[in-house]
């Protein structure tokens, strides 16, 4: 043991005396420095290797290279210039149109007379009736029927504010029914759901699911302090998850499809780390209008003890309708073993007010990370449920009338014919040579593309005719969103769509005034950067 320790000494000795010597030919500022410099380049390299991983070596090169060309005198007025001729053409002369727009309230107000000049500026709006993707997923007339009846309801309830439970009492009633009848749809009762099922309304899809990832974010944090948050997404899963992730300071990691369109839950495994909190499906996905493998991912985010979110925004109302009339529809909700949280939009297959969706959870340990309680404020002590304090009772009253008024025999009828046109557009698109449908549509969303003609000049000429459909990229396509306003004119949007394959096949290029050149060049532009900045600007100048 004396002569370890004596050996050990001596080396420690020799190694000092060696150490010194060969430091002693640098200067002591540099000594000094050494060690910063080091970490600051270590620090450098940990940062573009996690951008390499996260970005991709392509991506990453070129940012750097757009970035240093920009650098160069001239080179970044240019490109302004450029940037700026897009959104003006994407603005389409809207610029002239806010011409006319008030800037200050009149002297003299016009009373009564306002919903003269509102019926007035109502008329210049574009023909939806039968014309849009989506938009408008009520049959019918504005002014009869369905229409007629939520409009009451709505106003009737116009003045009530659900934040004054104390009251009204009845719009609170409203809400927790809404809450509770879209629960039992989607497997609240069944056994396997844990039988804890809860939720709220909120004003439309994109607050459910940034509810859904905050309450994820800090029921994690609380279970397993994660306090670097990351979530997986398809890239297929809505771009409200990417404005949850700018808003909640989540680091979302987004992974490619598979060869039928589906959430890859073998890529989404790979992504998975110790700061994971989120994994979402999609039933369906908003582009192509389908279902993602929802038990593969509950039983991915079952093992590694995560959440998963479906987002039920455009099926909540048609799928579990769908399944009872026999339409091969995979498992999609609280039945599934891993689902943590759930969102539906009552405003769309719902047939209910423009304003109201709901998000729920599998039970009341998650939710309670939803709401914000406030202790110290000297206007008293402060609970909210939702992101919005006030709220408009009216939507809320119009969403629980359409759901009463229906009932489960008029959703089932309003399903059939949906569903039904779905199928037929489906079909008359497979006998236009020149198109191809997008995967296998798992309900009432139909994407196409060509392989020989651009699509997007489809669109073009579609839009002049009256139709207003949905761009998609990654691949270049275009979809529609059938709703009850189609059921009375597929026949007419069929033979529009031949028409307008027919005018691109004999006229190749773009019309004028087209957006087909713009969207191309979009899809087609590496810098996606650049793509960003245009649709920011775009929207910095429309509203």
């Given at each position: 043991m004396d002569y370890s320790s004596s050996w050990l000494n001596s080396f420690l000795v020799r190694f000092r005396l060696s150490a010194n010597l060969f430091l002693s030919q640098f200067e002591p500022l540099a000594l000094l420095l050494a060690p910063l410099l080091t970490l600051f380049i270590a620090r450098l390299l940990h940062s573009l290797l996690s951008v390499i991983h996260e970005k991709g070596l392509k991506a990453t090169v070129l940012a750097l290279f757009m970035r240093s060309i920009k650098l160069v005198p001239g080179v970044q007025s240019y490109i302004d210039a450029e940037k700026?001729?897009?959104?003006?053409?994407?603005?389409?002369?809207?610029?002239?149109?806010?011409?006319?727009?008030?800037?200050?309230?009149?002297?003299?107000?016009?009373?009564?007379?306002?919903?003269?000049?509102?019926?007035?500026?109502?008329?210049?709006?574009?023909?939806?009736?039968?014309?849009?993707?989506?938009?408008?997923?009520?049959?019918?007339?504005?002014?009869?029927?369905?229409?007629?009846?939520?409009?009451?309801?709505c106003s009737m309830f116009a003045h009530t504010n659900p934040l004054h439970l104390d009251v009204f009492h009845s719009v609170a009633r409203f809400e927790a029914e809404v809450v509770a009848m879209t629960a039992d749809l989607l497997g609240c009762k069944e056994k396997a759901s844990g039988g804890q099922v809860c939720g709220n309304m909120t004003s439309g899809g994109t607050e459910s699911i940034l509810l859904a990832v905050k309450t994820s974010r800090d029921y994690m944090k609380a279970k397993k302090g994660i306090t670097r948050p990351e979530m997986i997404i398809a890239e297929s899963a809505h771009s409200a998850y990417d404005k949850a992730a700018q808003y909640f300071n989540i680091k979302l990691r987004r992974v490619p499809v598979n060869k039928e369109f589906k959430a890859d839950v073998k890529a989404i495994r790979k992504q998975i780390n110790r700061n994971t909190i989120l994994i979402v499906g999609s039933a369906p996905g908003y582009p192509h209008g389908i279902i993602d493998p929802i038990q593969e991912l509950g039983k991915l985010a079952d093992s590694y003890g995560i959440c998963l979110?479906?987002?039920?925004?455009?099926?909540?109302?048609?799928?579990?309708?769908?399944?009872?009339?026999?339409y091969p529809i995979p498992p999609f909700d609280f039945t599934v073993r891993g689902v943590t949280s759930i969102s539906a939009d009552v405003h769309k297959y719902g047939l209910a007010p423009k304003g109201t969706s709901v998000v729920l959870y599998r039970n009341h340990d998650i939710r309670k990370h939803q709401f914000v309680a406030v202790t110290e404020w000297s206007g008293g002590l402060y609970v909210s449920p939702t992101i919005a304090g006030s709220r408009p009772g009216g939507v809320i009253a119009g969403a629980w009338a359409a759901m009463m008024s229906l009932g489960q025999q008029g959703y089932l009828e309003n399903t059939r014919k949906i569903m039904e046109v779905s199928k037929m557009i489906q079909k008359g698109i497979k006998e236009i040579p020149e198109l191809f449908i997008i995967g296998n549509p798992d309900m009432t969303i139909v994407a196409f593309g060509s392989a020989v003609l651009d699509i997007f000049e489809v669109n073009d000429i579609m839009s002049g005719k009256g139709w207003h459909l949905n761009a998609l990229q990654r691949p270049n396509s275009i979809h529609i969103c059938v709703t009850l306003q189609h059921v009375p004119v597929v026949d007419a949007f069929l033979q529009d769509?031949?028409?307008?394959?027919?005018?691109?096949?004999?006229?190749?290029?773009?019309?004028?005034?087209?957006?087909?050149?713009?969207?191309?060049?979009?899809?087609?532009?590496?810098?996606?950067?650049?793509?960003?900045?245009?649709?920011?600007?775009y929207m910095d100048g429309t509203c």
């Open positions: 700026q001729k897009v959104v003006d053409k994407l603005q389409s002369g809207s610029k002239s149109k806010k011409e006319h727009w008030r800037t200050e309230l009149p002297t003299t107000g016009l009373g009564v007379g306002v919903i003269e000049e509102m019926k007035d500026l109502k008329s210049n709006d574009a023909d939806w009736k039968g014309k849009c993707s989506g938009t408008v997923y009520i049959g019918g007339s504005e002014s009869e029927g369905h229409f007629s009846l939520i409009n009451e309801a979110h479906v987002d039920l925004c455009l099926g909540g109302f048609v799928l579990p309708f769908a399944l009872k009339l026999g769509l031949r028409e307008a394959v027919q005018t691109v096949k004999e006229n190749p290029g773009p019309i004028s005034g087209g957006l087909a050149p713009i969207y191309g060049a979009a899809g087609r532009m590496p810098d996606r950067g650049m793509v960003q900045d245009l649709l920011v600007n």
